[in-house]
């Protein structure tokens, strides 16, 4: 098996060391960026199975770069900062990001997350089943959503959340699982992380009552009745 290929994006020389030391030692392959730039570059080079993205970068901060990210492809972000704040954990996964740590940190806790994103993407990219639901078609082998024929790009997060309100329709799902299952039970971060997603969700769908709010509880997908 071919080791897990990572890119790792900071402008910090040291940083970009460190990181590299913790993953080469867990048995994952690193290659360096120094600036969003370069990291762009190299990643229309190559296929990368993770990416780890410093947000406090000059010229091009990592907010920008991940936007950019996900214009070429859906590969798993985790977002490293000194700013724990939570509009900036919020910000960053909104632009894409599927994971958020707080510098400093432990190796073995950026090792466990980079872990549990990949076991929780690899479970999305090994499905080969597609789901047909009203005007909605989810191509889960491909990663794709398509509503009434039109393609409908979704970040990681998004998808996974789509695929997982899916098949759980008809069931009324907190925003405690449905935070669990999509980011993972060492995410600290809001509730209202699932809102936000949410709230995107059904804009980029577009059309139909599909996710509906179960008032206390949390959200459930449904079928809109013709």
Known sequence: MNPVNVLIIDDEEDMRNLVQMYLENSGFHCVHASDGAEGLKKM?????????????????DGFAVCSKIRTLSQVPIILLSAKGEEWDKVRGLQLGGDDYIVKPF???????????????TSVIKNEEDAITLGKINIDKKGRKVHVEGENVPLTLKEFEL???LVEHRGQALSREQLLEFVWGMDYHGSLRTVDTHIKTL?????????????????????????
């Open 44 to 60: 229309q080079e190559q296929d990368f199975d993770l990416v780890i993205l410093d947000i406090m970068m000059p010229f091009e």
């Open 106 to 120: 432990s190796p073995g806790e950026l090792v466990a997350r980079i872990h549990a994103l990949l076991r929780r």
């Open 162 to 164: 789509l695929v997982f």
């Open 202 to 226: 059904r804009m980029k769908l577009g059309t139909g009552d599909y996710i509906q709010t179960i008032w206390g509880v949390g959200y459930k997908f449904e079928v809109p009745a013709t």
